[in-house]
T-cell receptor
Framework: LAKTTQPISMDSYEGQEVNITCSHN???????ITWYQQFPSQGPRFIIQ???TKVTNEVASLFIPADRKSSTLSLPRVSLSDTAVYYC????????????FGPGTRLSVLP | NAGVTQTPKFQVLKTGQSMTLQCAQD?????MYWYRQDPGMGLRLIYY???????DKGEVPNGYNVSRLNKREFSLRLESAAPSQTSVYFC???????????????FGNGTRLTVT
């Protein structure tokens, strides 16, 4: 089970690009890297997922180096509504998994 | 498409009372999960069900039981509630199964439980 490490908190200003890095040194061959966003009083919401290299969707990009021991979530031009907790999860959900969510990264976007 | 539906949304129990939290998903997912989240903390896995007919303990299973009633429904039971079980409970599901190792988790909106 891959353990992840990410910063506890980050501050940014509206319009800036935010990069949140997650370390996962013991990632296994079949593991995927998935990022979730959680607002207060809501369940986590899927943002983006990758296996290797770079993935981009309409809300974020995910950069994964060749060794896959870390990943970086990039949020372009953040707004106040991006203030949330961001979780990095690493694993293979083929047969369900005992995922351990860390405390996540609390992103505060300031005006 | 409702996704993952949890009932009830809020519940207050007295110590020693029992209750069942209900969860249903309409995405035909194989795997389902129960998490708890304490204030300011990350989510901790209580139990999960990789497929219909199977259940496994997670990180914090003590004081809870689960039932995978069918493919759609996964319930969590507190037999004798304790104040330490005051928390927000989230149910999640994922596609699971061979070839779906990367299928993400889909979460419900949670049940806020207070035990006095």
């Amino acid at each position: 089970l891959a353990k992840t490490t990410q910063p506890i908190s980050m501050d940014s200003y509206e319009g800036q690009e935010v990069n949140i890095t997650c370390s996962h040194n013991n990632i296994a061959t079949n593991d995927y890297i998935t990022w979730y966003q959680q607002f207060p009083s809501q369940g986590p919401r899927f943002i983006i997922q990758g296996y290797k290299t770079k993935v981009t969707n309409e809300v974020a990009s995910l950069f994964i180096p060749a060794d896959r021991k870390s990943s970086t979530l990039s949020l372009p031009r953040v707004s106040l509504s991006d203030t949330a907790v961001y979780y990095c999860l690493v694993g293979d959900l083929t047969y369900g998994q005992n995922f351990v969510f860390g405390p996540g990264t609390r992103l505060s976007v300031l005006p | 498409n409702a996704g993952v539906t949890q009932t009830p949304k809020f519940q207050v129990l007295k110590t020693g009372q029992s209750m069942t939290l209900q969860c249903a998903q309409d995405m035909n997912h194989n795997s389902m999960y129960w998490y708890r989240q304490d204030p300011g903390m990350g989510l901790r896995l209580i139990y999960y069900s990789a497929s219909e007919g199977t259940t496994d303990k997670g990180e914090v299973p003590n004081g809870y039981n689960v039932s995978r009633l069918n493919k759609r429904e996964f319930s969590l039971r507190l037999e004798s509630a304790a104040p330490s079980q005051t928390s927000v409970y989230f149910c999640a599901s994922s596609e699971g199964g061979q070839g779906n190792g990367g299928s993400p988790l889909h979460f419900g909106n949670g049940t806020r439980l207070t035990v006095t």
